[in-house]
């Protein structure tokens, strides 16, 4: 990473889920937990762990210096709730194709 900014990426047993108006959309027990300066830390799930069949990928793009160029999920109906990347930085390469959520509950 640059000076004064770090990523870390660990592979965590916390119980991570992700619930939408009463309806799971996502849970694991195997997470990678990302850390990254200035950000709050985040859960990437194994696209495995997440009921994609729920979601609806949206035209949304963004462009991250760190860990490069993100795709985006939503609900039918509603606003973008979850991204990954399909083809990260290489300091980053384990969060390939897995999906972070903006609201997730740590059991």
């Known amino acids: 990473m640059t000076r004064g900014h770090d990523i870390s990426i660990r592979q ?4 991570v889920r992700v619930v939408r108006d009463g309806q799971v959309l996502a849970e694991s027990r195997r997470p990678l ?41 939503s609900v039918p109906g509603g606003a973008d709730i979850a991204w990954a990347y ?16 903006y609201d997730t509950e740590v059991l």
């Open 12 to 15: 965590g047993g916390e119980h």
């Open 33 to 73: 937990v990302l850390r990254e300066t200035g950000c709050p830390v985040r859960y990437y799930l194994p696209p495995q762990d997440v009921r994609t069949e729920l979601l609806t990928p949206s035209g949304t793009r963004t462009h991250c210096p760190f860990k490069g160029d993100a795709g985006y999920w």
């Open 86 to 101: 399909a083809d990260p930085r290489p300091e980053v390469a384990a969060i390939k194709d897995h999906l972070c959520f």
